[in-house]
């Protein structure tokens, strides 16, 4: 995963002002995948230690950190990026059904999701190389496009393994693996018993049961303008689902005094242009609400929740300027959003 700047575009209401518990959420927490992690739970069932806990949390991060992150040299997909084999690479369980997943959302997107966009993230000044100078031009990128695509990359199935069908191809999991480890931590606290909770990293989460009030959990959408960051300007109820969302609000480059977002469009080879501002993704699972909230925000609001319906998914669009703010939501979103938003 990519050690961009923080990304917390939601965060989570969890003010027990008038709460008349007895004993306070447990709350853990860390660093991972460049950002923070957290999992609050209301009331920790006699026997669990939470000291426990948190060192089998950081144990299953660290191992995914291991298996995905493309900031170490020698991860799993670390490894695959660096050689230009198109011979077949043994990969563990957890990286081919996260493939195999990713393979489908990057089908039913029409590509929109598309991890091997690495190379533009790149030459975009997103990746680990120096930051962009000046507008890539567009032979570059046209090469470029030509090693994209997840196609190229092939799945074994009974054998889990993949392997490139050109020398080029690159992954980068970052639009995917936060979620991905968010359910990983969710189904390790489920696995203790715990009914009730909430795990997110880098605002990326998965909600369980109710809150310490004993209501559904509320998650704030922050506005989508850098001068009114943490401020709500949506609140969802939500329970027993993972919320994600992707924005540009927080995480860009600036060239020649032009912003450009960090969520490369796969068909163009560049930045996405249009609003949304922020989408937000409420699915089961994480991982497809992670990869899904990148998608929409190539996709756009007007294809976007179309696409939505079509699929059944939650999904909301913020757009908008300084002066007006508009959201534009899916019909499965609607019985979350518990107010419209207004400018504070
Ligand atoms: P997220 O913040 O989850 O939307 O993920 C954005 C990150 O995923 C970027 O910083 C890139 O590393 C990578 N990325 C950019 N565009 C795409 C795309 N269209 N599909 C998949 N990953 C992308
Ligand atoms: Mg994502």
């Known amino acids: 995963m990519k050690m ?32 923070t992690w957290s999992l609050t739970i209301p009331n920790l069932p006699t026997g669990t230690r939470s000291g426990q806990l ?38 563990s369980p957890q990286t081919h059904s996260l493939l195999q997943k990713a393979t489908r959302i990057y089908q039913q997107s029409g590509g929109a999701f598309d991890p091997t966009v690495s190379p533009l993230v790149e030459l975009w000044g997103f990746g680990h190389t120096l930051p962009q100078q000046g507008i890539p031009d567009d032979l570059q990128i046209k090469s470029i496009l030509q090693h994209t695509g997840l196609e190229k990359l092939l799945l074994d199935d009974s054998a889990i393994r993949m392997r490139k069908s050109i020398p080029q ?16 931590v969710a189904r390790l606290v489920s696995a203790q018993g715990i009914e009730n909770y909430l795990v997110e990293i880098g605002g990326e989460m998965r909600i369980s049961g109710n809150n310490p009030k004993a209501e559904p959990w509320r998650v704030a959408i922050e506005y989508p303008h850098i001068e009114k960051l943490r401020s709500a300007a949506v609140i969802l109820s939500v329970t027993d689902a993972a919320v994600a969302t992707s924005g540009d609000y927080r995480n860009f480059v ?51 929740v179309e696409l939505a319906n079509s699929l059944q998914m939650a999904a909301m669009f913020i757009e908008g300027d300084d002066d007006k703010l508009t959201t534009i939501s899916s019909d499965k979103m609607m019985k979350y959003i518990t107010n419209t938003p207004s400018e504070p």
């Open 254 to 304: 600036e060239i020649d005094g032009k912003r450009y977002s960090h969520i490369i469009d796969p068909l163009t080879g560049r930045p996405v242009t249009h609003n949304p501002a922020s989408v937000t993704v409420i699915t089961t699972d994480c991982l497809s609400a992670d990869a899904w909230a990148t998608a929409f925000s190539v996709i756009g609001s007007r294809k976007g």
């Open 4 to 35: 961009t700047s923080i990304l917390l575009p939601l965060f989570i209401l969890l003010s027990l002002i008038g709460c008349d518990r007895v004993e306070p959420p447990v709350r853990l927490h860390g660093k991972t995948m460049g950002t």
């Open 169 to 184: 191809l690159q992954l980068d999991l970052s639009a995917i693996a936060k979620g991905y480890a968010v359910d990983e």
């Open 54 to 91: 948190q060192l089998q949390i950081e144990s299953s991060l660290e191992n995914i950190n291991a298996l995905m992150s493309t900031w170490r040299a020698d991860s799993e997909i670390s490894r695959f990026n660096s050689s230009t084999s198109t011979e077949w690479f043994d990969i």
